[in-house]
Each structure stands twice: as C-alpha cells, then as structure tokens.
C-alpha cells in the first residue's frame, strides 16, 4: 500500500505520518507496513504522480496550499490520470468541506482525529 500525504505544513504532514505508522504497527502485518510517499504542494505531488509514476491508494491532500492548491489537484487527477486512488480533502475551512462532497471525495477536518484516519487506512486495505 502507497499513501501520498500532501500538505505545505512539515508539522500537518509529521502527525498524519505518525497516525498512519502508528496505526500501521498495531494492526499490519510487518511485510504489508505501507509506503508513505510526502509533498509540501498540489504541484509537487502531481510530478510525483505523472514524472515518478507512483499509484498512491489513499492521497491525503491539504486545501490551501500554494503552486497548486488540493482541488486543483484533484481535478488534475480525475481529468487527466487514471489511478483508484480514494482521495481525502484534509481542511479547516468548511467550505471546502462542501466542495469535497460535491466532488464525491472524502473530508478529513484538522485536527485530526485518530480513529477517522484508522478508518481511511482500513478502507484503503479492503479495497
């Protein structure tokens, strides 16, 4: 499993990390601990996606963020790539929380709450 954590904050993209290692200790298998792949922008992520090649199963994408915001990303995504990925908006601003849903994606609020990423990454698995 490849997740991708996109976030201009260092600090938002170390607690998601933490989350998902910590989750992933207690509950998987060590020869399946996933891959967690970071970039500090939308633009960043893309090049990981379309020069790097990497077919993330989960992205976690902040909103707000400069050279490429996180919609913007997801539009890039869904036009142009052809990756299964389940994609969640992360944000504090609520309208955003409302385009997210409008898109059919997911919205994880900040600050994060443990077992809502716990159920992202089991879901991801089941997929």
């Known amino acids: 499993m490849i997740i991708l ?3 201009d ?6 607690i998601l990390r933490d989350l998902i290692e910590f989750y992933a200790e207690s509950r ?3 020869n399946e601990m996933p891959e967690i792949v970071e970039a500090e922008n939308g633009l960043q992520a893309w090049n990981l996606l379309v020069d790097d090649g990497i077919k993330p199963d989960i992205i976690f994408t902040d909103y ?4 490429m ?4 990303l997801v539009r890039r995504i869904e036009d142009e790539l052809n990756i299964d990925s389940k994609i969640i908006i992360c944000s504090t601003i609520s309208k955003v929380e409302i ?3 409008k898109r059919g994606l997911k ?6 709450k443990n077992s809502t990423v716990f159920k992202i990454i089991e879901d991801g698995i089941e997929k």
């Open 5 to 7: 954590i996109v976030d």
């Open 9 to 14: 904050k260092e600090e938002n993209r170390r």
């Open 28 to 30: 998987v298998a060590k």
């Open 64 to 67: 707000q963020m400069p050279k």
């Open 69 to 72: 915001d996180g919609l913007e």
């Open 99 to 101: 385009e997210a849903l």
């Open 107 to 112: 919205f994880l609020s900040k600050p994060f």
